[in-house]
């Protein structure tokens, strides 16, 4: 029954009840039933043309280092972190997927239709590098990390995720060691600048001192100490030679004295013969007195084992052999004459000796007194020369100390260099040594790669009552909107609602038989046939996910 337009506008519907749910259920069952049982078709395709995913993973644990970090200061200091990041990018790069890809025989049906590149990148996408929970806070350091693997063949996936473990291994090792090398190579080059610097350096500063030798401000202290020795010699000097010219005239006094008494002295023509016959006598007693005043001047300053000390010793040995030899031959010829000596000329001769020898004394003793003089006077003038230098040295020292001082400033900062570099070089070998010896920080096997049992993906069964249940949703929602269009009166209770009349009975629809028959005969034909393709797929599916299964 139709109700007029503007009454069914004007007319709001009445609340519905569990009744009209189940009557609508009825009414619109296959619309309901149609999208589930589409939805589970295409779950259970899904679900099983959905190729296994299988994932192989393996554990790699962070050995510290064999000796102890304060012993031996590594060289890589990056955390381990970072350093995972860094060989992962190594790895996954396009060239060693790629080796990987063909050693492998992986992914040959996507390699027949899309380009390397984006095998690659599918392939990247499978590698998961996962840090592995553990007590405390560790996460930072990464003790421990997995690598794993995902494929379609459990197989493969195992030795692709083998190969990632040991790839990851030795890739470590080598960036450890390379890292170790450079390190130790860069500062090796360092060190040699350095020492170069510095050689050049000490060259200047060397050179400089050369140059500059007694005028360097260091030895300010050794000049002013150099002159105050050097004024204190003055003073001896000068108080030597006071003394010394003191003695010289008291000297010249009592040589005038005794040359005046040798004037008073008057001799006879016998003595006077006597005293030419013994002039040989007399010249050599002169030389023994010469020798022995210049050796008693040599004794002042030399012991006796002087080789000028032991000469003149030997000298006046000679000497005096000499003089008694004459003496000796004076005697036997006047033994040989017969006649007695006469004492007044005696006396005269005795007196004239005397006098002659006092006055040779006194001469040889000026002479002395005057080589003494002269070397005072030369120490003297050698002395104040000396001074002279040294203030000269100490005036001039002043207008080089500024660039001296840089010199030894840049000196030291050189040599502070050197000796830091040569110490950092030198741990960086022993550690490159020890990453040679694989004694540093390392990556141990801690788990193989497993060989997975159960695929990871698909979820299945989820997949399918996912699909199912989106299928009743989408049934569900074609219902009500079906039931939402109908404007139609269902049941007396919408007699009685919209038209507010009493009903006092109803007429029931009546139908042909066979026009009835035939409707439900093809709705079962349809039904059947849906169902029945439906079951075929699903079984198509199911048995070509088994039959490929490895």
């Known amino acids: 029954m139709q109700l007029p337009e503007a009454q069914s506008l004007s007319t709001p519907r009445r609340p519905l009840d569990i009744e ?28 099983f043309l959905w190729p296994d995913t299988y994932v192989s993973s393996a554990t790699l644990r962070v050995v510290p280092p064999q000796v102890p970090e304060n012993l031996v200061t590594p060289n890589v200091n990056s955390a381990m972190s970072e350093r995972i990041s860094a060989m992962y990018q190594t790895i996954s790069s396009r060239t060693n997927l790629t080796n990987l890809i ?66 990851f291994m030795a890739e470590n090792t080598k960036e450890r060691t390379t890292q170790s090398i450079s390190t130790t190579v860069f500062l090796r080059d360092q060190l040699e600048s350095a020492k170069k610097e510095l050689d050049n350096l000490d060259q200047r500063v060397s050179t400089y001192r050369q140059t500059y030798q007694g005028r360097l401000p260091e030895q300010t202290s050794q000049n002013q100490m150099q002159i105050a020795m050097l004024e204190q010699r003055i003073g001896n000097v000068n108080g030597g030679l006071a003394r010394v010219s003191q003695e010289k005239l008291l000297l010249e006094s009592d040589l005038r004295s005794l040359k005046t008494q040798r004037a008073s002295l008057t001799p006879t023509q016998e003595s006077i013969a006597r005293r030419q016959k013994s002039g040989l006598l007399d010249q050599q007693d002169r ?25 003149i010793i030997a000298q006046l040995g000679i000497a005096r052999k000499t003089r008694d030899k004459i003496a000796s031959q004076e005697e036997i010829e006047h033994q040989d004459d017969g006649s007695g000596p006469k004492m007044p000329d005696q006396g005269y001769e005795r007196e004239a000796r005397a006098v002659d020898a006092a006055i040779l004394r006194v001469e040889t003793q000026l002479k002395t007194k005057q080589m003494e003089v002269d070397n005072y006077q030369n120490d003297l003038a050698s002395a104040e020369q000396q001074v002279r230098q040294v203030q000269d040295r100490l ?25 830091e570099l040569n110490r950092k070089r030198t741990q960086s070998s022993i550690s490159e040594e020890l990453e040679r010896r694989q004694q540093g920080e390392r990556l141990e096997l801690l788990d193989p790669a497993s060989l997975p049992q159960s ?20 049934g569900l929602a074609l219902a009500g909107a079906r039931e939402a269009k109908d404007t139609t009166l269902k049941n007396l209770k919408d007699v009685r609602a919209y038209t507010r009349l009493n009903v006092l009975g109803s007429i029931p629809l009546l139908e042909n038989d066979r026009v009835v028959r035939d409707r439900r005969r093809l709705a079962w034909v349809a039904w059947s046939t849906a169902c029945l393709a439906g079951i075929v797929i699903m079984t198509g599916a199911v048995f070509y996910y088994y039959s490929t299964k490895v």
Request: glycine share 4%; hydrophobic share 45%; no cysteine.
């Open 20 to 47: 009209d749910y189940l009557h609508m259920v009825r009414r619109h069952a296959a619309w309901i039933l149609g999208p589930a049982f589409a939805g589970l078709v295409v779950a259970v395709v899904v679900a």
């Open 102 to 167: 063909n050693s492998f025989n992986l992914y040959p049906r996507e390699r027949q239709r899309k380009p390397i590149e984006d095998v690659v990148e599918a392939m990247r996408g499978a590698i998961r590098i996962y840090s592995v929970p553990t007590l405390g806070d560790h996460d930072k350091n990464m003790p421990a990390f997995q690598i794993s693997f995902a494929y379609e063949n459990r197989i493969l996936a195992q030795k692709v995720a083998a190969d990632l473990v040991g790839r």
């Open 287 to 311: 030389e023994i007195l010469q020798l022995e005043t210049v050796l008693a001047n040599l004794r002042q300053q030399y012991k006796d084992s002087y080789p000028d000390v032991q000469r």
């Open 395 to 419: 005036l001039m020292a002043p207008a080089s100390e500024q660039q001296y001082a840089q010199l030894i400033r840049d000196q030291a900062l050189a040599k502070q260099s050197y000796d």
């Open 455 to 474: 695929p990871t993906q698909p979820k299945r069964y989820m997949i399918i009552t996912m699909g199912l249940a989106v299928g009743l949703v989408i």
